[in-house]
């Protein structure tokens, strides 16, 4: 792999055949929930949605949620999803009691460019202990696009 010193553009019409492929790869980390801690796990349903965002589809090779989280007890699941706002679907998920950095299958078969897409925590089983919480780490959707 080389580094780029300089870059002058001699032709802006550069055919795709001449490019190898995936020439252009980029991989950009959607920051869908950080530090949400003390969520009540003692019950199902949607605890916390992430902030909403749209994806380009052109050129994207990939999406997959990747996610660390926690339970205080050990009979509930939690959720992680990408969740289509706009079609009111999950799109996929990773999910279990407690996961580290959890990788989703990929998901990019199921974005819809300009769908209002988030990333949420649900509780899918809830513990029977009362006050029983889940804490999400981080969760971000990874998207890698690749050109040629």
Do not use: C
């Not at 199902?44 to 909403?52: A, L």
């Amino acid at each position: 792999m080389g580094v780029v010193r300089g870059f002058q553009l001699l032709d802006d019409n550069v055919p795709a055949e001449k490019l190898r492929p995936n020439a252009i790869t980029l991989i950009v980390p959607v920051l869908g929930i950080l530090e949400q801690s003390g969520l009540a796990a003692d019950s199902t349903g949607v605890k916390y949605e992430g902030p909403r965002f749209k994806v380009k589809t052109a050129g994207l090779k990939s999406a997959k949620i990747r996610a660390t989280w926690t339970a205080s007890h050990s009979d509930s699941e939690t959720a992680i999803e990408l969740y289509d706002v706009t079609a009111g679907s999950v799109v996929g998920s990773v999910s279990g009691n407690t996961g580290t950095d959890v990788e989703s299958d990929d998901l990019k078969d199921g974005i819809t460019e300009g769908n209002l897409l988030e990333l949420r925590v649900n509780v899918t089983t809830a513990s029977a202990t009362s006050g029983a919480t889940t804490d999400v780490k981080y969760a971000v959707l990874e998207l890698e696009y690749g050109w040629s």
